[in-house]
């Protein structure tokens, strides 16, 4: 790394770097709880001046949330900001360096997480560590809570979403957040420049099966499962084709890229007995991505398809549903909407990934934008990265964000 890198001198860099560091090392990990991420951030956090409270989940004791205050901890909560503690697995992925242990050179950070999303867990902090923020803030009697979550990856019914679900009082417990303006922290670079997104499509993520009860011997007339599955899977083709066509003229489908609802279909699994046996099972993976006026008559389509085949063999197909949910939109006359907007220069958009804004909008009946350094193509990939400058881009925009948000100004 070259001493003459610029993000040496930068004022923020040493805390920044600790945060980052201290965050990939605890990351809350694929089927664990977040004790080590809450632990070692109340660890940091005491250093510095930020008061903070922690919020036990009601029913698994291995998770909570941490809730920062910037400003007057007992003014009036003007906005909600929100980023995530776990973060997807590396199981099959080949990295150049350990993924749970933050590397850095002239321009980036690697490890798990460092873009998705404690990119935007320390662009947060560093905002809200900020004197003149926090003296604005304590002035005018408001604050900006940064809530760190759990739970934002997991797939299952039982976990996805639970942590956000626990911050807006949904699991039994009050709600941490007080206001109706959120801002889900994710990587929405655009063209390197920080992009807030309004809105983001629902999903289907769902397995179907595929089995032939009489496949044999391949020099049979016999069922194959891997054959009759194929021919779903060209249906959805044409189905996917007809979404892009069907889609194209509706005015809100164009703050997405793409500006239509997608599908996509792998082979998980294909059980034979030796070379010369027909698959008597096969397994395929369904991922849907839909616009959010449409989700419900899109998935039901998608379901109908799926299980209504006319199997030439006489195969059988059923649908094993993993994740089904509404995709969402503040409008985009909503003040958060305009404030995002404002402190970005950029027009707010559809975001193509999936975000606990959803629960907010949805659920909670909140008003937001996804928004945040990093490029999500980097996100889940092997080598995980961001920028360095991004971070402190991203205080930058979230310390204009916390002000506008109680209404003072920026100089």
């Not at 595929?210 to 891997?226: C, D, E, L, R, Y």
């Not at 793409?258 to 070379?275: F, I, L, N, R």
């Not at 949805?362 to 928004?371: F, I, L, P």
Request: aromatic share 6%.
């Amino acid at each position: 790394m070259s001493k003459a890198a610029p993000h040496l001198s930068h004022p923020e860099y040493s805390v920044a770097r600790e945060l980052m560091s201290t965050m990939v090392e605890n990351s809350q990990r694929p089927g664990e709880g977040n004790e080590a991420f809450m632990q070692a951030m109340s660890a940091i956090l005491k250093k510095y001046p930020l008061p903070f409270t922690q919020h036990q989940d009601p029913a698994y004791n291995n998770r909570s949330i941490m809730a920062v205050d910037v400003g007057d901890p007992e003014g009036e909560q003007v906005l909600a900001t929100v980023s995530h503690s776990d973060v997807v697995g590396v199981d099959g992925q080949h990295w150049s360096s350990m993924p749970w242990k933050l590397r850095e050179t002239d321009e980036m950070w690697f490890g798990r997480g460092t873009c998705d999303t404690h990119g935007t867990g320390v662009s947060m902090l560093l905002a809200g560590l900020r004197p003149e923020v926090q003296r604005k803030l304590l002035q005018a009697r408001k604050k900006v809570t940064i809530i760190f979550s759990y739970d934002e990856e997991a797939a299952s019914a039982e976990f996805s979403m639970r942590g956000a679900r626990m911050a807006a009082g949904l699991l039994g417990t009050e709600s941490v957040i007080k206001t109706k303006n959120f801002v889900a922290g994710e990587p929405t670079e655009l063209d390197g420049i920080i992009t807030p997104m309004r809105a983001h499509k629902g999903r289907l993520l769902a397995h179907f099966r595929v089995k032939a009860p009489h496949a044999g011997h391949v020099s049979n007339t016999s069922q194959n499962a891997f054959m009759a599955g194929s021919s779903i899977v060209h249906e959805i083709g044409e189905y996917g084709r007809m979404l892009h066509y069907g889609s194209r003229r509706d005015a809100e489908a164009q703050i997405f890229d793409p500006p239509y609802s997608t599908v996509q279909v792998s082979a998980g699994e294909v059980k034979t007995g030796d070379y010369s046996t027909a698959p008597q099972n096969a397994r395929f993976t369904l991922d849907m991505r839909t616009l959010p006026f449409v989700h419900r008559l899109r998935v039901d389509e998608m379901i109908d398809l799926i299980t209504s085949q006319k199997l030439h063999g006489g195969e059988e197909a059923t649908i094993e549903i993993v994740k089904d949910g509404e995709g969402s939109m503040t409008p985009a006359d909503a003040l958060i909407v305009r404030i995002a907007e404002a402190v970005t220069g950029q027009t707010a958009r559809g975001f193509n990934g999936g975000d606990e804004g959803r629960i907010f909008r949805n659920s909670a009946n909140m008003e937001g934008v996804t928004m945040g350094p990093g490029d999500l193509v980097y996100a889940h990939q092997p080598d995980e990265r961001i920028r360095i400058a991004s971070i402190f881009t991203g205080a930058d925009v979230y310390s204009k964000l916390f002000l506008r948000s109680a209404g003072l100004p920026l100089e």
